[in-house]
């Protein structure tokens, strides 16, 4: 799981998240990533979201 603030915004960052995740990926591991304003403003949704995944 992963939380971003806005320097992952920055088309340098997206390209190396991308990269990472992609790897993670290849590796048979699931990637969730979520925005600061995600944790910060939506809570219960980013729970249950985050609990979908476990089903």
């Known amino acids: 799981m992963e939380i971003d603030g ?3 915004n ?3 960052v997206k ?3 991308h990269i ?3 790897d993670l ?3 048979g591991i699931k990637v969730l990533r979520f925005s600061n304003e ?3 403003y939506h809570l219960e949704a980013t729970l249950e979201r985050i ?3 476990f089903k």
Do not use: F, V
């Open 38 to 40: 995600d944790i910060l």
């Open 20 to 22: 990472r995740q992609t």
């Open 25 to 27: 990926e290849n590796l």
């Open 51 to 53: 609990g979908n995944n």
């Open 15 to 17: 390209n190396n998240d």
């Open 10 to 12: 920055l088309a340098d």
């Open 6 to 8: 806005s320097i992952h």
